[in-house]
């Protein structure tokens, strides 16, 4: 008999670098397993009427890691069961990932380096981390940030590694690993 899935996994947190594909698969996944989905950036983009990078141009940096916060926490409050994607600077920054692991199951998304960099070329304009590296320096950026945010995304409860996913994949990690 298929075992009944636990509140914990009806809490879901998709975390990982950028374009480590957790908007891509969150929303899919969230579908599947009939769960509401939130993506933090959307949330913020759609509260702040305007872009992420107008936001850190025109506010700042520590303005959108504050809203972002916010919004996660307001979300893992007011909601029972949810598949929440972070922006991928959200469990590096205030107390965001402590916070996670106690309000659920976290998940960090982390395909390889050359598949991240590969996506994030096509879409740097919407990434002010990004926005002015050449394709060249991009490399080498998510190298070295990856590896500063590594020690807040190893502490999730689940890693996947895979460059190439699929919904039952998810599912079995997430559900019994
Ligand atoms: N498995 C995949 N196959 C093909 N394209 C993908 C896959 N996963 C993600 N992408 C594409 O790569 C880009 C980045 O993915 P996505 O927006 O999901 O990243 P993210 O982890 O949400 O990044 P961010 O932290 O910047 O929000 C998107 O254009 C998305 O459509
Ligand atoms: O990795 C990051 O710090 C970011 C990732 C995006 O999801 C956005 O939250 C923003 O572009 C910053
Ligand atoms: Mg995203």
Same mark, same amino acid.
């Not at 998510?142 to 995304?153: D, I, S, W």
């Given at each position: 008999?298929?075992?009944?899935?636990?509140?914990?996994?009806?809490?879901?947190?998709?975390?990982?670098?950028?374009?480590?594909?957790?908007?891509?698969?969150?929303?899919?996944?969230?579908?599947?397993?009939?769960?509401?989905?939130?993506?933090? &950036?959307?949330?913020?983009?759609?509260?702040?009427?305007?872009?992420?990078?107008?936001?850190?141009?025109? #506010?700042?940096?520590?303005?959108?890691?504050?809203?972002?916060?916010?919004?996660? #926490?307001?979300?893992?409050?007011?909601? &029972?069961?949810?598949?929440?994607?972070?922006?991928?600077?959200?469990?590096?920054?205030? &107390? @965001?990932?402590?916070?996670? @692991?106690?309000?659920? $199951?976290?998940?960090?998304? @982390?395909?390889?380096?050359? $598949?991240?960099?590969?996506?994030?070329?096509?879409?740097?304009?919407?990434?002010?981390?990004?926005?002015?590296?050449?394709?060249?320096?991009?490399?080498?950026?998510?190298?070295?940030?990856?590896?500063?945010?590594?020690?807040?995304?190893?502490?999730?409860?689940?890693?996947? $590694?895979?460059?190439?996913?699929?919904?039952?994949?998810?599912?079995?990690?997430?559900?019994?690993?």
């Amino acid at each position: 008999m298929e075992q009944p899935i636990s509140q914990q996994h009806k809490r879901i947190f998709l975390l990982g670098f950028m374009g480590a594909g957790k908007t891509y698969w969150g929303k899919q996944l969230a579908e599947h397993l009939h769960l509401p989905f939130f993506d933090i &950036d959307e949330v913020i983009v759609e509260e702040e009427g305007m872009p992420v990078s107008d936001i850190f141009a025109e #506010k700042g940096e520590d303005y959108f890691r504050n809203r972002e916060s916010e919004v996660l #926490k307001r979300i893992s409050q007011e909601e &029972d069961e949810f598949l929440i994607s972070c922006g991928g600077g959200t469990p590096c920054f205030l &107390d @965001n990932m402590d916070w996670m @692991n106690d309000q659920g $199951t976290t998940v960090w998304l @982390n395909p390889s380096i050359p $598949t991240m960099v590969e996506r994030l070329q096509r879409k740097k304009y919407k990434r002010p981390l990004i926005q002015d590296l050449s394709d060249e320096d991009l490399s080498a950026f998510v190298e070295k940030k990856l590896l500063e945010r590594a020690p807040f995304y190893q502490l999730s409860q689940r890693v996947i $590694t895979l460059d190439e996913l699929s919904l039952e994949i998810l599912t079995n990690e997430i559900h019994h690993a």
